[in-house]
T-cell receptor, first 114, second 109 residues
Framework: DQQVKQNSPSLSVQEGRISILNCDYTNSMFDYFLWYKKYPAEGPTFLISISSIKDKNEDGRFTVFLNKSAKHLSLHIVPSQPGDSAVYFCAASERAFGNEKLTFGTGTRLTIIP | SQTIHQWPATLVQPVGSPLSLECTVEGTSNPNLYWYRQAAGRGLQLLFYSVGIGQISSEVPQNLSASRPQDRQFILSSKKLLLSDSGFYLC????????FGQGTRLTVV
């Protein structure tokens, strides 16, 4: 049972445009959400997170939006740059319950076209 | 600052051979430690997590085991590898969010 889903395995975006990566979850106990970026043969690196008490969090070019009623979150990257080409993973945890285990989605490969 | 070391970076092992992957964390005490696996074309699957020395929780039944002999050391093992154990293995520690090691590419042949 995939509790965190990223339904788009790949996405191509022109450099300078906005990249929007989507993620859906089914577990209503999840209250903390994160996005990770991964290059080939490397460990994922943390990008940005959001708590369920908020609906938006911004950090430079990266913004995460959370829609709790729809159990949906998205990552916006604007403007997109060639160095953003990587696999992006959405993750979730039940932090309020002291459970920091992260459940990951299957990832979306983002390609920025120069 | 905290760092996480994971080795080896790549490993090719024959079917039926044993496995030992090691992970150590520096700069923090009593971290939560995790082993994840990324199989080809799939997401990151949590294999084991540990909240303290000798405390291991397994997330999925499998051919692997984990041990935590010291506070900042986490070991992933197998007595006999299967072809299906091939993948990219990642160690992580967490405090609020997870920090990952560089990963081990395991190919079982």
């Amino acid at each position: 049972d995939q509790q965190v889903k990223q339904n788009s395995p790949s996405l191509s975006v022109q450099e300078g445009r906005i990249s929007i990566l989507n993620c859906d979850y089914t577990n209503s106990m999840f209250d903390y959400f994160l996005w990770y970026k991964k290059y080939p043969a490397e460990g994922p690196t943390f990008l940005i997170s959001i708590s369920s008490i908020k609906d938006k969090n911004e950090d430079g070019r990266f913004t995460v939006f959370l829609n709790k009623s729809a159990k949906h979150l998205s990552l916006h990257i604007v403007p997109s740059q060639p160095g953003d080409s990587a696999v992006y993973f959405c993750a979730a945890s039940e932090r309020a319950f002291g459970n920091e285990k992260l459940t990951f989605g299957t990832g979306t490969r983002l390609t920025i076209i120069p | 600052s905290q760092t996480i070391h994971q080795w080896p970076a790549t490993l090719v092992q024959p079917v039926g051979s044993p496995l030992s992957l090691e992970c150590t964390v520096e700069g923090t005490s009593n971290p939560n430690l995790y082993w994840y696996r990324q199989a080809a074309g799939r997401g990151l699957q949590l294999l084991f997590y540990s909240v303290g020395i000798g405390q291991i929780s397994s997330e999925v039944p499998q051919n692997l085991s984990a041990s935590r002999p010291q506070d900042r050391q986490f070991i992933l093992s197998s007595k006999k590898l299967l072809l299906s154990d091939s993948g990219f293995y990642l160690c992580a520690w967490s405090v609020g969010r997870a920090f990952f090691g560089q990963g081990t590419r395991l190919t079982v042949v």
